[in-house]
Nanobody, 118 residues
C-alpha cells in the first residue's frame, strides 16, 4: 500500500488549504485514515481521522472546528479541509491508515508541507 499526500503550500494566515490523501494498491474500505502533522522541532501530533466504512470522524481538540476530514468514494481519497489557517498550523502533514483492529497506523504517506505566513 502506498499513500500519496498532496495539496500543501504557502498561504497567508486566515486562508484555506485542502489536502488530499490517495491510496494505491488497495481501497480505504475497512480502514481508518488519519491526518497527522509535525512542526519543525516538535513531535508529530494527531489532527483527525475518519473510518472509511462508516464515515465517522474524530478530531484533535486543538483543531477547534477549523479542519474537516472527509472521504470521496469515487476518487478513493480522503481530504482535509483546513480553514482559517494560523502560523502555528505550519507543519508537514502526513496521512496514514490502519485497520480496525490495529493499535497503530501501519501505512504512512510521504507528507505534504504547509506553511502559513503571518
Amino acid at each position: 500500500v502506498q499513500l500519496q499526500a498532496s495539496g500543501g503550500g504557502l498561504v497567508q494566515a486566515g486562508e484555506s488549504l485542502r489536502l488530499s490523501c490517495k491510496a494505491s494498491g488497495r481501497t480505504f474500505t475497512g480502514y481508518f485514515v488519519g491526518w497527522f502533522r509535525q512542526a519543525s522541532g516538535k513531535e508529530r501530533e494527531f489532527v483527525a481521522h475518519i473510518f472509511w466504512s462508516t464515515n465517522s470522524t474524530v478530531y484533535a481538540d486543538s483543531m477547534n472546528g477549523r479542519f474537516t476530514i472527509s472521504r470521496d468514494n469515487a476518487k478513493n481519497t480522503v481530504s482535509l479541509q483546513m480553514n482559517s489557517l494560523k502560523p502555528e498550523d505550519t507543519a508537514v502533514y502526513y496521512c496514514a491508515m490502519k485497520g480496525l483492529g490495529d493499535r497503530s497506523y501501519a501505512y504512512w504517506g510521504q507528507g505534504t508541507e504547509v506553511t502559513v505566513s503571518s
